[in-house]
């Protein structure tokens, strides 16, 4: 796939554009210098050809700027390198200038060390707002560039944008049309259907149309190899550094500055035939600290949350645990995601480990389900291991557990603690189903659902975990009546611990 890398100083627009071409608001807009600081991917479509879009970072013209704390923004050193490397990877670079500004020694210095790599280039000029501000391009012909690959444009009011997507859509490869036969018309699927409703049985749902597929264990588990994984933690604790660890490459600008990520980083590889796709989010601050633009990265966050099947909580083990740990765990827990505690900066003894082991598990109770694994991305160690977990635990996420299995074990359940008596209330399981995956979401099907006391749902749930591998998820347990009808409620319920 063709790539196109957008390059230039900060705040000359890149990410209006990229935006703008990718049809989304994907990367965070401000006014802030340096916004952008990672390498931003996005495969887009212009017409009917595809390309995979770059945002690179600002190349700022010091790169000992100031911030409004007083301390060096020395994180722009590694920005420009990571800028300069993606252009040498791309096959076209769309070089993005101000207009209001006159054009100086920097960007002309950096165009030309562009255009040394011998790729297709392009000088974008931004923020030509209006008729009478075109007169500015006249001094842009002073970097020597062909007129039919200068574009004077303005991204926020959508101006001139037309012609450089015209420009781009002849750099790139026709789309490749498959031939397809001709057959007869067929008008079924204008029919309309009924609304999709769920009923329990004692067979399970009929009406999910998951595919499934069965292995060895008789376990069932979703057919689907992607796996979405966001790296979650306080700002400084190493996620930048654990996602370059994973994906063997510097794909995350790491420095000693927090906050350094702002906009959430996603790679994806291929272990087997599992697609892992990780998302380095920005570090979260107590809310009283949080300030500018990083009230945007928070919500970025949840939205990647919301996206994703699994999450690593990354935790310092070189510093006491904090409330803003336990309370950005409270984040997975919410989202009902497949969870590995992470604990990186690891180089004391086993232990050390246990001891800190045992403090997690007393601050993070609603997590227990969730395995601690220590980590060192500085030095690799354990990330291989840290790799086949999140596999495994997204194998135990996927899972739909076959209906006799979960009722022998709800069965066995029950004999060793019979159900209580509410008020001289005599209560009866009729049965129980499993009506979805990810996590695994279980309906107990009872007489008198409403009066089933929370402390034996829990008992409920911890004998399915001592006897059917859930580590790693989260279980949603619902009672309901006979015939009743799922709700969609019942599906999106989250998970507390009770």
Do not use: C
């Not at 012909?141 to 062909?146: E, K, M, T």
């Not at 990083?294 to 970025?300: F, P």
């Not at 232990?351 to 980590?375: C, D, H, M, N, S």
């Amino acid at each position: 796939m063709i790539k196109i890398a957008l390059v230039g100083q900060p705040n000359v627009g890149k990410s209006s554009l990229f935006n703008r071409l990718a049809k989304k608001r994907v990367a965070i807009v401000s006014d802030v210098s340096g916004t952008t600081r990672d390498i931003r991917r996005r495969e887009i479509k212009i017409d009917d050809r595809e390309a995979l879009m770059l945002d690179t970072g600002g190349i700022s013209k010091s790169h000992n700027e100031i911030m409004e704390d007083g301390s060096e923004f020395k994180i722009f050193t590694n920005v420009k390198r990571k800028a300069i490397e993606t252009a040498k990877q791309a096959d076209v670079i769309l070089f993005m200038v101000d207009g209001k500004k006159i054009p100086d020694d920097d960007d002309k210095a950096l165009f030309y060390e562009l255009q040394a790599l011998g790729k297709k280039l392009a000088l974008v000029i931004n923020k030509i707002d209006n008729d009478n501000e075109k007169e500015r391009l006249w001094d842009f012909y002073s970097f020597g560039v062909n007129e039919e690959d200068m574009f004077g444009l303005s991204v926020s009011h959508n101006r001139g944008t037309k012609r450089l997507f015209a420009w781009l859509y002849e750099q790139l490869p026709p789309a490749l049309v498959d031939k397809v036969e001709e057959e007869e018309d067929d008008f079924s699927d204008l029919e309309e259907k009924p609304e999709k409703q769920y009923y329990l049985h004692e067979n399970g749902i009929s009406s999910s149309e998951e595919i499934l597929e069965t292995t060895n264990d008789s376990v069932e588990r979703v057919v689907d190899n992607h796996i979405r994984i966001a790296i979650i933690g306080k700002v400084n604790v190493g996620k930048s550094s654990i996602l370059n660890a994973l994906v063997g490459e510097e794909r995350s600008v790491v420095s000693e500055i927090a906050g350094t990520t702002i906009d959430p980083v996603d790679e994806t590889i291929e272990v087997g035939d599992k697609k892992l796709t990780f998302i380095d989010t920005a570090g979260l601050r107590r809310r009283g600290k949080i300030a500018g633009i990083e009230k945007y990265a928070l919500m970025r966050t949840e939205d990647m949350l919301s996206q994703a099947n699994l999450a690593l909580i990354v935790l310092d083990a070189s510093k006491p645990l904090t409330d803003q740990d336990e309370k950005i765990s409270g984040l997975v827990d919410q989202f009902g995601l497949g969870t590995i505690i992470v604990l990186n900066k690891w180089d004391e003894n086993l232990e050390t480990f246990k001891k800190l082991e045992e403090q997690i598990r007393g601050r993070f109770k609603f997590l227990y389900y969730a395995p601690i694994i220590a980590v060192s991305a500085k030095t690799g160690r354990s990330i291989d291991r840290l790799q086949s977990k999140l596999i495994e635990i997204y194998d135990n996420f996927t899972q739909r557990i076959p209906t006799s299995l979960l009722n022998e074990t709800i069965e066995k359940a029950i004999r060793r603690h019979s159900m209580p008596s509410p008020a001289g209330n005599m209560l009866r399981i009729y049965f129980s189903t499993q009506f979805n995956t990810s996590p695994p979401t279980i309906a107990v099907v009872m007489n008198k659902p409403k009066m089933l006391h929370f402390s034996y749902k829990r008992y409920l749930i911890n004998f399915l975990r001592d006897n059917i591998n859930f580590e790693g998820t989260p279980i949603r347990l619902v009672a309901r009546g006979k015939g009743d009808r799922v709700e969609e409620e019942d599906q999106e319920v989250q998970y507390q611990v009770i």
